[in-house]
Nanobody, 115 residues
C-alpha cells in the first residue's frame, strides 16, 4: 500500500520560512516524479514544484527563487524548503508521486502565513 505522509506545515509570519517533508512508503521511490502541489478553498490544485528521479526540477513562476524542492532517495523523502513566505502562499500543500499511470497523493498539510 502506497503512503505519502506530509509534515512540517504550520503558522508562520510573513517573510518567514518552513520546510515541508513527505515520507513515502510502498513504492519504488527512486523511479517516481515527486511533486508538491497546493490548494486554497474554491481554487484548483496547482503545481508548486516537481523533481524527477535524476534530480532536475521545475517550479511555478510564483515560487521561483523562494522555494526549493529536493529528494533523498535513500530516505524515500521529498522536501520543500520555503523562504520569504507571504499570505498568497497560504494553502494546503500536497505531496504527489507519479509514474504513469500511477498517481498518488498525500493527505495534505496546512501552511498559513499570517502575522
Amino acid at each position: 500500500q502506497v503512503q505519502l505522509v506530509e509534515s512540517g506545515g504550520g503558522l508562520v509570519q510573513p517573510g518567514g520560512s518552513l520546510r515541508l517533508s513527505c515520507a513515502a512508503s510502498g513504492l519504488l521511490f527512486g523511479s517516481y516524479i515527486m511533486g508538491w502541489y497546493r490548494q486554497t478553498p474554491g481554487k484548483q490544485r496547482e503545481m508548486v514544484a516537481r523533481i524527477i528521479p535524476a534530480g532536475s526540477t521545475n517550479y511555478a513562476d510564483s515560487v521561483k527563487g523562494r522555494f526549493t524542492i529536493s529528494r533523498d532517495n535513500a530516505k524515500k523523502t521529498v522536501y520543500l524548503q520555503m523562504i520569504s513566505l507571504n499570505s498568497e502562499d497560504t494553502a494546503v500543500y500536497y505531496c504527489n508521486a507519479v509514474v504513469l499511470p500511477a498517481v498518488y497523493w498525500g493527505q495534505g498539510t496546512q501552511v498559513t502565513v499570517a502575522s
